[in-house]
């Protein structure tokens, strides 16, 4: 939440320091503001702390069917916000709330920008009390919240340098995998075909998906190779099927054709490149072509956000079409279905939100959501161009002036090259604890992409969605 303050003295204007203002130097109509902009964090973190969990302030998809038509910010946030003015600006340090009354005028939504008043209305110069006349008005001029404050002026004068406080990271969605597999695992084992897995993680990795009861493995690598490795950490393969190729190359062949052949039903990357095991898929002759240019996605949950999300593409498809984002972006609407967004937000990133003749991304952009308007592309709810910010915080899209349905809460991100796509995403994971997983899209079967860095976690989670997707082919094939 950013904040601005008005000081009603010019001895305030240092906010390295919190001072009040006695009773005795207080007069009626005296008074104080702040100036807050809500944000989604906002309301999570005062979830939390009041332990009102009321979807309407937390379920987006919730409250977009009620009467508000989104998310809004619980009544006595503002409530608290109030009190931050009597106990830091009006009267100050050493205030004693006695009591306050509220009316809750408007809904609050994320975004807005609220300034908060108090004005001394009466003192009691006896019992050295004050009413304050409490206000928050919204950037409409619109009054949100009214009400009126009774307290105790302080007598003695207080300057204390203002507290540092702790830093708080919410974390959301930290069971996210957990739940993830409940939902995956009555589905059914996949049988996966995995390629090459000849180090450790690999081979551990398809294994634990086993034990997960997410894939039935069939090891696509040379036999010695794989039990050497399995030998050498411990792993148990009995009653895992391997299948016998001299090399990485012959194991990529290998896997693709048994896809053709109706014995697996996806593919997993195991330690070969991933280049390698893509020029077998989308080979002319006995690929996994189809009707789609292949794609990449990313799924990603992050704590700074409050619903999982789609990055695309950020391994496949170095520099794209447009003819390629079309497709990019069909795929990764299919990817949004297969989890169960049934309306996907699709922003059509750039480096900025107007169209700008020198930035082909933003031409793009525009062409894709004109494709969607005329049924080109379907399933999704299309906007773009669309800078990062614009797209993840309905706060920074206020303040630029966008009205959008997908501005601030999109599903899918659609980004404008492999380089920022990858980019994007790794500084999720490392610098913003994103969980991740990794699917390529637009062959015949989906096809687990991992990482030799990835963590078992993004292991496990990749396949779960390998699972969802084989089975939303089933329902509706490319």
Do not use: W
């Not at 100036?35 to 998809?61: C, K, M, W, Y």
């Not at 391994?315 to 996907?344: F, Y």
């Amino acid at each position: 939440m950013s904040d601005t303050a008005t000081a009603p003295t010019p001895s305030q204007d240092d906010l390295s320091i919190v001072r009040n203002r006695t009773f005795d130097e207080i007069a009626v109509g005296d008074s104080a503001s702040i100036e807050r902009v809500l944000t989604n964090q906002d309301i999570q973190l005062f979830a939390v702390l009041s332990g009102d969990v009321n979807p309407q302030h937390l379920d987006a998809d919730y409250a977009a069917s009620t009467r508000f038509h989104g998310v809004i910010a619980h009544g006595m946030l503002g409530g608290a916000l109030i009190s931050a003015v009597l106990g830091t600006r009006l009267p100050g340090p050493g205030t004693i709330y006695l009591g306050q009354t509220l009316k809750f005028l408007a809904p609050v939504r994320v975004g807005d920008r609220l300034r908060i008043t108090v004005t001394v209305s009466a003192r009691d110069e006896a019992r050295k009390r004050l009413t304050l006349a409490c206000s928050c008005i919204n950037q409409d001029g619109a009054t949100v919240i009214s009400g009126e404050a009774q307290v105790i002026a302080p007598t003695e004068r207080v300057e204390r340098a203002r507290t540092t406080l702790p830093e708080v990271r919410l974390r959301v969605g930290q069971d996210g995998v957990h739940r993830l597999l409940e939902h995956v695992r009555p589905l059914g084992a996949l049988r996966t075909a995995v390629v090459h897995p000849c180090d450790a993680l690999s081979l551990g990795g398809a294994l634990d998906a086993h034990a997960a009861g997410l894939i039935d493995p069939v090891l696509v690598a040379p036999r010695a190779r794989v039990l050497a490795v399995a030998e050498q950490a411990g792993l148990d393969l009995t009653g895992i099927t391997i299948e016998d190729v001299p090399h990485s190359h012959a194991a990529a062949a290998r896997a693709v054709a048994m896809v053709l052949e109706g014995g697996v039903q996806a593919l997993m990357k195991g330690s070969l490149h991933t280049d390698e095991l893509m020029a077998a898929v989308v080979a002319t002759q006995g690929g996994l072509r189809t009707k789609r240019r292949v794609s990449h996605c990313f799924v990603m949950q992050t704590p700074a956000y409050p619903r999982p999300f789609i990055i695309t593409d950020a391994a496949i498809n170095i520099a794209p079409t447009l003819e390629h984002k079309a497709d990019i972006v069909r795929n990764a609407i299919d990817l949004a279905h297969a989890i169960g967004v049934g309306q996907p937000r699709v922003a059509i990133l750039a480096a900025v939100e107007t169209v700008n003749a020198g930035m082909p991304a933003t031409l793009d952009a525009a062409a894709l959501c004109k494709m969607a308007d005329r049924g080109q592309i379907t399933g999704g709810l299309l906007d773009g161009p669309l800078a990062f910010d614009n797209a993840v915080s309905m706060a920074a899209a206020h303040t630029k002036g966008i009205v959008s349905e997908v501005a601030g809460r999109a599903d899918i991100l659609v980004v404008p090259d492999l380089e920022s796509g990858n980019m994007l995403a790794k500084q999720l994971e490392y610098l913003g604890d994103a969980a991740t997983a990794g699917i390529v899209l637009g062959a015949r079967v989906p096809i687990v992409l991992t990482s030799r860095a990835d963590s078992r976690e993004t292991r496990l989670a990749s396949c779960a969605v390998g699972v969802l997707l084989a089975h939303h082919y089933k329902l509706a094939p490319i």
